[in-house]
């Protein structure tokens, strides 16, 4: 072999024992060690982040709307047969006992109450006169008590006038929200005219499936559960160890109240329709029937866990996970057991220590 093969072949080698000194072939059970210098001008550099102790919480999240409690509700009633002349109040309006709702025709009844008043006086009058001309002996005593007679009859005649005539006019029978008007002007006003409930017995209804849900538990569970109106923002909890979440103004809390099941016919087939009710334990003044609400509450939480940013996790086809960490301006494919996962965070049972550095991959 010429010198100059020779000292090619040296070369040659001495490349190689370069390039398998700087790759670092290093194989242990869970991590496979890559090449990859990192350096200022590095976007993996400034985009880590790092293993931490904190507090999960996986929170759930529901839409329903504040509806009176069925059971809770009162109707403003009409008993009279005749037409709704006018409806004093609107769905939202507060009234209390014995306010006035609605009146039918009374023109009528009014003015045969003025003539059956004059002959009820008449007749009031004749029998007291007939008294007198009995104790007189100028009339019998059945001339006297037909007089009586006819004297009562008007008297009762006239106060169920003036029951009628009370009839035409409905009033509130308790406190509360005007939830619904159920019959309009020209309606004849006999039966439910205006529904009303006190927003104390409101509810939060939401429609939910009762095998999946885990909503679907014994009423009068007393589960962490946050509620909000749509019309405001709300923040997450910040350590998942308190179950009231503030919104940008208020914050509620509620718990599960009652679990209902209905039937219905839908497209031609019986289906069942599965609702759960909660209650606040305060309700605000502002908040009306018929409001979207927003209800959160904790499913799971876990404290004191070992926790590291969700973007620097991936998880292969088998469904295990790993994660890119730093070290020494190198990055190591480690496997990781997980455990309570949230949007933002993940649990870290087993594969990394506290302090350790990730890549963030998003």
């Known amino acids: 072999m010429s010198k100059m093969k020779k000292n090619h072949i040296i070369i040659l080698i001495i490349l190689l024992s370069l390039l398998l000194t700087s790759c670092e072939l290093y194989l242990p059970e869970k991590e496979i060690i890559y090449k990859m210098a990192l350096n200022q001008n590095d976007e993996y550099l400034i985009s880590t982040n790092e293993v931490v102790i904190g507090d999960l919480a996986v929170e759930k999240i529901k839409y329903g ?40 025709e009374s023109d009528q009844i ?29 009339i019998d005593y059945y001339q006297l008590e037909l007089l009586r007679l006819i004297s009562i009859s008007k008297q009762n005649y006239l106060s169920d006038l003036y029951a009628q005539f009370e009839a035409c006019f409905i009033y509130a029978p308790t406190d509360g929200e005007v939830v619904e ?16 409930c006190d927003k104390r017995d409101g509810v939060i209804r939401i429609s939910t499936e009762k095998e999946a849900d885990e909503f679907a538990v014994n009423a009068g569970y007393a589960a962490p559960i946050i509620v909000s109106p749509d019309d405001y923002l709300f923040n997450r909890m910040k350590n998942g160890t308190a179950f009231t979440i503030e919104t940008n ?65 991936y998880t292969d086809v088998d469904d295990k996970h790993y994660v890119y ?25 087993d594969g990394l220590e506290v302090g350790e550095k990730v890549l963030l991959l998003r």
């Open 181 to 196: 008007i159920i019959r309009t002007v020209g309606d004849i006003g006999i039966g439910e005219i205006a529904k009303i």
């Open 249 to 313: 103004e208020q914050q509620y809390e509620g718990y599960l109240y009652r679990d209902i099941g209905t039937y219905m016919l839908l497209y031609g087939e019986e289906q069942t329709l599965n609702y759960i009710d909660i209650r606040m334990k305060k309700i605000p003044d502002d908040i009306f029937f018929g409001q979207s609400m927003t209800v959160i509450y904790t499913q799971a939480h876990v404290e004191d866990a070992m926790v590291v940013s969700a973007s620097s996790v």
């Open 65 to 104: 709307e504040f509806v009176p409690d069925e059971e809770k509700v009162s109707y403003a009633e009409g008993t009279i047969n005749s037409k709704i002349t006018d409806i004093y109040v609107r769905i939202g309006d507060h009234v209390t006992k014995g306010q006035l709702i609605a009146k039918t």
């Open 110 to 138: 009014s003015d045969t109450i003025f003539f059956q008043e004059i002959y009820t006086k008449q007749a009031v009058l004749r029998y007291e006169d007939a008294k007198k001309k009995f104790d007189q002996n100028l």
């Open 325 to 349: 960490l730093v070290k020494n301006n190198r990055t190591i494919i480690r496997e990781i057991q997980t455990g309570l996962m949230t949007d933002g965070f993940v649990q870290v049972i």
